[in-house]
C-alpha cells in the first residue's frame, strides 16, 4: 500500500475511491471507466494544487518520505559494476555509508552515499543513515582513493545528521566529520554532491564538500533538524513547523542564498511517486555538470572549490 503523509489525506481519499471502483470492475464486469476517469482527473488536480504550495514543513515531511529513492537504489541505477568498499582501516566498517567504484554513463567514478534502509531490517542495519566515525573515516579513505587514480567523486547524501551516541563521540565523531570535509575539499578530481532526501548538519556536509551541489526539489539541507531546533529554541519539537520556516532549508531557499549549485525538479507528488523518472533524471544532471569539471586539473578544482566554499554567506544572504 502507498504511504501517505498527513497533508496528503484528501488525495489519498480520492485515490482509495478509484481503486475500489478499479476492484469493482474486475469482480462484476461493470463499466466505471467514465466515473474512475472522473476521480483520476480531480486526484491529479488536488495532487497538482497541493504540492504547488507545500510549506518548508511539509517539503521536510516529503523528504523523510519512506518510499523516497535512498542511496542505494541510485547506485543500483547510475552506477555499472558498482564494487563497494569498506572499512576504515582503523576501527571497523560502517554500513551508513556506501562508498565504492564503479562506471557512471561508461566513465570510471568513485561513489559514496549516506543509506537509510528500506524497511526496518535494512535500517537498522544501516543504523538509519546515520554514520559514526568510522562511516565518515571510510569516506575520507575513498576521496583520497580517488584522488590518487583520477576517479570523479559522486556522492549521494540522504541523513539527519551524524550518529550523536556517546560511543561515536568518544571514538572522534566531529575530528572524523571534519577530516572528510578537509579530504573533499582537498580532492583534486571533480566532485559532485547531490541531496536526494534530508541533509542534515555536519553528517551531511562531511559528504558535500564539492565542486557542485545539486539538490532535488523537495529535498532540505540544513545545520539542523526543524525538531531539533524548536527544542532549542522554544523547548517544544511540536515547533518544528515554525523552525522549519526560519531555517530556509528548502532547495529553492539554499539556491537563492548561493549555498547549492542546482534544484533537480521532481515527479508531481515528489520522488517516490516515480521513482524511474526521479532516478534517471538526477542521472542526466550529473552527466551535464560533471563534463565540464574534468577539463581542469587538480590544482584548478582545489582552488575553485576553496572560493566557493569561502563565498559562502556573503551571496544573497542579506
Known sequence: MRHFLDFEKPIAELEGKIEELRRTTDAGGIDVAEEVGR????AHKLLQATYAKLTPWQKALVARHPERPHASDYIAALIDGFTPLAGDRAFADDAAVLGGMGRFRGRAVMVLGTERGHDTESRVKHNFGMARPEGYRKARRLMELAGRFGLPILSFVDTAGAFPGIEAEARGQAEA???SIEAGLDAPVPFIATVIGEGGSGG???LAAADRILMLEHAIYSVISPEGCASILWRDAAQAPTAAEAL???ADDLKRL????AVVPEPLGGA???RDHMLAAVGD???EVLEPLTALDGATL???RREKFLEMGRVGAL
Not at 39 to 42: E, N, P, S
Open 204 to 206: 551531511a556536509i562531511a
Open 177 to 179: 566529520i571534519a577530516r
Open 302 to 304: 582545489r582552488a575553485r
Open 39 to 42: 476521480l483520476r482527473d480531480k
Open 258 to 261: 548561493a549555498l547549492i549549485d
Open 272 to 274: 517516490h511517486r516515480d
Open 248 to 250: 530556509r532549508l528548502t
Open 285 to 287: 544532471r550529473i552527466a
